[in-house]
């Protein structure tokens, strides 16, 4: 078992790591915010999958379910004022609290409903995927898509107690494993050489789901959020290198309507871009940019990307919730385990980074079988 702390302006709280959460988080959701009315914000497919498992474990407290589709499609304004209804009438009141269950929209949705009802309940984060558990649950980050670009609503929304049971994992498709696995290689490559070292010589532990493995790249990964979030919580500085690979990643996922790739993916695409540009840019060397490539690729699988314009996806940037002023921000890799920003570099040098990753990724060892 692992326990972390995370430090912010609302006050610190704990990030438990361990097999078997689920069926005692009740208790740990007691000693931690009391016996407050939960209301279960839930990803359906996944309380079909894992909700005896929390049920279990909820005995006791009383608790009432918010199963919804939670689909990229599905994050939107919409999804979150049907679900503070649904409360409303339940009669949710302030000392409530909301349990965000299920992958990263489950926490993102979730959160943002505990953000927004009566100006903020408390919230609970029970990620089940692993991009939620090494990335999407931690540092207080809500919201939901606008159709012009991705989390452009939402609010900074710290969880009073994260709970990640590491069990979750067993029944998860290798597909959203593998995406989920892009967040961990990003975590190596912005802050951990370390990191970034074991994920591209641990291949063969990692992509088995060894224990150890997955209970070191989750604790890891959350130490280096945690770290990060402490020094800048509101992502007025430090914190927005925890969006290296996302500023083209979110363009891509805006140009395929949000349909045909997982947000890992598209942070794959992204990182593989962003090494590119630092290459163009004199930042980073061939060598440690083929090695960033190489360990992504290893790990995912993406979906065919023929046919997609460089230009089109580059002219997305524009609308990114980091760009400043119409121009465009980009965290970029000066060597692996440290990274740094520019702003606006030259739009050829975009398209090029751009163009590179959309071929790079078309490569028949990328592409889904």
């Known amino acids: 078992m692992a326990l972390m702390r995370v430090e912010a302006a609302a006050g610190q709280y704990q990030v438990r790591i ?47 379910l918010l199963s919804t589709p939670l689909g990229e499609p599905r994050k939107r304004l919409a999804t979150v004022e049907e679900l503070c209804d649904r409360m409303h009438r339940a009669g949710a009141d302030r000392r409530s609290a909301v349990l965000a269950f299920g992958g990263g929209i489950a926490g993102d949705v979730g959160g943002f409903v505990a953000a927004s009802y009566m100006r903020g309940i408390d919230a609970v984060q029970v990620p089940t995927t692993l991009l939620a558990q090494v990335d999407a649950s931690v540092g207080g980050k809500t919201g939901v898509n606008l159709a012009s670009g991705k989390n452009l609503v939402g609010a900074f929304h710290q969880p009073r107690l994260v709970l990640v049971d590491t069990d979750s994992l067993n029944t998860l498709p290798e597909r959203e494993y593998r995406a989920g696995l892009q967040e961990v290689v990003k975590h190596g490559i912005i802050r951990s050489g370390e990191l970034f070292a074991y994920m591209e010589r641990g291949h063969s532990a990692v992509t088995r789901r060894d224990t150890v493995a997955v209970e070191r790249m989750i604790a890891d990964s959350v130490r280096i959020k945690s770290e990060v979030v402490r020094i800048d919580e509101r992502e007025g500085g430090l914190r927005r290198i925890l969006n290296f690979g996302h500023t083209l990643g979110h363009a891509l996922e805006a140009e395929t309507g949000y349909g045909l790739l997982l947000h890992g993916e598209a942070v794959a695409f992204g990182m593989i871009a962003a090494a590119k540009l630092s290459e163009l840019r004199s930042r980073l060397n061939a060598a440690d940019r083929e090695r960033i490539e190489e360990t992504v690729l290893s790990y995912v699988s993406i979906p065919s990307l023929e046919g997609l314009d460089a230009r089109r996806i580059a002219a997305r940037i524009s609308g990114d919730k980091k760009s400043v002023g119409g121009k465009a921000r980009f965290v970029l890799v000066d060597r692996i385990g440290s990274v740094s920003e520019e702003l606006d570099p030259p739009e050829d040098c975009v398209v090029e980074a751009t163009q590179h990753a959309l071929q790079v990724c078309s490569l028949p060892a990328a592409l889904v079988v």
Do not use: H, P, Q
């Not at 279960?40 to 079909?48: F, G, K, L």
């Open 18 to 64: 361990e097999a078997g959460l689920l069926e005692r988080a009740g208790r740990i959701i007691g000693e931690t915010i009391g016996s407050r009315r939960l209301f279960v914000v839930a990803d359906e497919a996944v309380w079909a999958c894992l909700g005896d498992r929390l049920a279990a474990g909820l005995e006791g407290l009383e608790w009432t």
